[in-house]
RNA sequence: CGGGGCGUAGCGUAGUCCGGUUAGCGCGCCUGCUUUGGGAGCAGGAGGUCGCAGGUUCGAAUCCUGCCGCCCCGACCA
């Protein structure tokens, strides 16, 4: 393709919105624009490295017996209501305002009304049905450009079985099929054991990839590959060390103390000495949630203690619960349910609140002081942290979310109805899978894994071009002559050429484009190496220039390959 | 949704506190000549509802009010 009739909208500047490397480098190199906050346009030169990643997991999903759809994004209301997930998803789902549509952010219902009175018998199972296609979520703060939008593109699976051990297979299917898509892309990720959310069904696995501009926190461990979302992460926690005597409760004047930070320098204490108390609200009740120190409660935990959704009680409510604000609220004296992080089980001689504010206590034996108390594993692991399964320690970190694979089950089916005939002649519902891949993340993550102060570095089958060639000086006659020459050569050979052919850039100008845009070899024909029959070829990662005579040229390219 | 920042030409920005010529600069763009292996030089030129609306004032990019948009942190996130 030649430049000068390509749109290929190139920056030199950095543009004042981006913040991130992928982001940035994608609007410099012309690969994308924004039309509105979390929403993007691919530009042609961004659009083919999207077409290309779409074609890696086409063939991976067609040899797994993938078999692709066409959806709509428009969906009525109706078969949301009938999952319940209108609720579920919230603000976040987008409605439409002259009619009752929405625009779907995933598509398990669709797919499942499709299965449902298609699939009548353990016959017909199993299917795995996928599809490429833009998904719309109302995010309340787009950001980190591609990574998070408002509109994305995403590749969504779904499995139908007629047994649970059909599951199993499928649900493996898919795992291999994805590790085989992003080794292909050329991704570095690990997969992390999840919280299946509002997705609903039992087993969950991320496909992750370190990053600081990653929205989920994962634990990951060097020496045995333990990996998993800080939201169920766990690792061995001892419980604090019980003093063999038990102090009186009394009770301290703390007047303006609110963190533990606070009340440690305070009284000249440890944090392990303090429990800390967060109070929620589940099913319209209040909960105590005690934690030892600057621990954090981690929502994630509690929610599936409970069995519900949980959310912080407001600072009125402290008061009105309590009798106190944030600050000098403490288990003693607390009529509702408490809850207790295990590093604090069976403690004594501990600070906490009083329940009345600028007031603490000193002295609690929570196995004296506080009668009902249960204890949980509810803390959010820290880095450095002993791992659960190895002992070694733990390595906490953002990543970005590649990919998910579900174990469903049976909630969708259910709820829609969507039965089939078993081998008995009994209705069951359909077992079903679901597993999704953020196409327009793959691209974003590649190039956070792939860049240098230039530019982009590509390689494998995600770059948008095999070679680009720079004709140096396009207003001499020799020049023009070689390098379309040589352009013509490079083309009936089968590769790919981003022909840099502007007449009026100059050689430096052009240089930095190719860097920029990041090809990963570069054909370069200047006027004294074509005037000596020579041709320059240069890798783009290492900076490495070789000068050959043309004839060389075709074999050399085949050795570097 | 809470906190912070920003909005001036296609891009990057100065000016805003403390109101007062014709809103300045760099890049890019157009014309001509020169230059041609690391983001060219000279000369000439085009391009602005200063985010929008209202208000204060003799006078508003600048002050006031409301709204909109974008970015960052947080909350949220199948």
């Known amino acids: 393709m030649r430049i000068s009739k390509s749109f290929i909208p190139t920056l030199k500047e950095v543009p004042a919105d981006a913040v991130i490397p992928s982001h940035i480098l994608m609007l410099r190199s012309g690969m994308i624009r924004m039309l509105s906050a979390g929403i993007y346009s691919f530009l042609p030169l961004g659009y083919k490295v999207i077409k290309k990643i779409s074609e890696i997991i086409n063939e991976e999903m067609t040899a797994i017996g993938g078999q692709e759809f066409h959806l709509p994004a428009l969906n009525p209301r109706e078969i949301w209501d009938e999952t319940g997930r209108i609720e579920d998803f919230g603000d976040t789902m987008f409605h439409l305002k002259n009619r009752d549509y929405v625009l779907a952010p995933t598509h398990e219902e669709v797919m499942t009304f499709h299965a449902k009175g298609a699939m009548k018998s353990y016959k017909d199972m199993p299917q795995i049905w996928y599809q490429i296609q833009t998904k719309f979520r109302n995010e309340a703060r787009p950001r980190s450009g591609i990574i998070r939008g408002r509109q994305f593109l995403m590749k969504d699976a779904y499995s139908f079985d007629s047994s649970w051990e059909g599951l199993d297979e499928s649900y493996t299917k898919h795992y291999q099929a994805y590790q085989n898509i992003f080794d292909r892309c050329g991704i570095k990720y690990f997969v992390v054991g999840a919280s299946s959310g509002a997705m609903g069904g039992s087993k969950s696995e991320e496909f992750m990839v370190k990053s600081d501009a990653g929205e989920d926190t994962v634990a990951y461990c060097n020496s045995c590959g333990y990996a998993a979302n800080v939201e169920v992460a766990q690792s061995v926690v001892e419980p604090n060390e019980r003093s063999s005597e038990s102090k009186e409760v009394y009770e301290i004047s703390t007047p303006n103390i609110h963190s533990i930070d606070e009340l440690c320098e305070f009284l000249k204490i440890d944090e392990r000495e303090t429990a800390k108390s967060r109070v929620y609200i589940f099913d319209e009740k209040p909960i105590l949630v005690l934690m030892s120190g600057n621990d954090e409660v981690n929502g994630t935990k509690l929610e599936s203690i409970l069995g519900g959704e949980v959310r912080p009680a407001h600072p009125e409510e402290l008061v009105e619960i309590t009798g106190a604000e944030a600050g000098s609220i403490g288990p003693i004296g607390f009529k509702e349910r408490i809850l207790a992080d295990n590093r604090l089980k069976d403690g004594n001689n501990l600070y906490s609140g009083a329940n009345k504010t600028d007031y603490h206590i000193g002295g609690i034996d929570l196995k004296r002081d506080v009668e009902k108390i249960e204890y949980f594993d509810l803390r959010t692991i820290e880095s450095g942290e002993e791992c659960a399964r190895c002992g070694e320690p733990l390595d906490v970190f953002k990543a970005i979310e590649l990919g998910h694979i579900f174990k469903l089950g049976t909630k969708y089916s259910e709820a829609m109805g969507a039965t089939f005939l078993n081998e008995n002649g009994k209705a069951n519902p359909i077992i079903m899978g679901s597993y999704g891949i953020g196409v327009d993340r793959v691209l974003a993550c590649f190039i956070e894994q792939n860049y240098d102060e230039k530019g982009i570095l590509w390689k494998g089958p995600l770059k948008p071009f095999d070679i680009q ?45 190719a860097e920029l845009i990041g090809i990963p070899l570069q054909v370069i024909i200047g006027e004294k190496n074509v005037k000596e029959g020579l041709i320059e070829i240069k890798n783009r990662i290492t900076g490495e220039r070789l000068i050959i005579g043309k004839h060389l040229l075709l074999d050399q390219l085949k050795e570097i390959g």
């Open 469 to 513: 060639l720079l004709g140096l000086n396009m207003k001499k006659e020799i020049v023009i002559n070689e390098s379309n020459e040589v352009y013509e050569l490079l083309k009936s050979e089968g590769y790919d050429v981003l022909f840099d052919d502007r007449r009026d850039a100059q050689a430096g100008f052009k240089f930095n484009d």
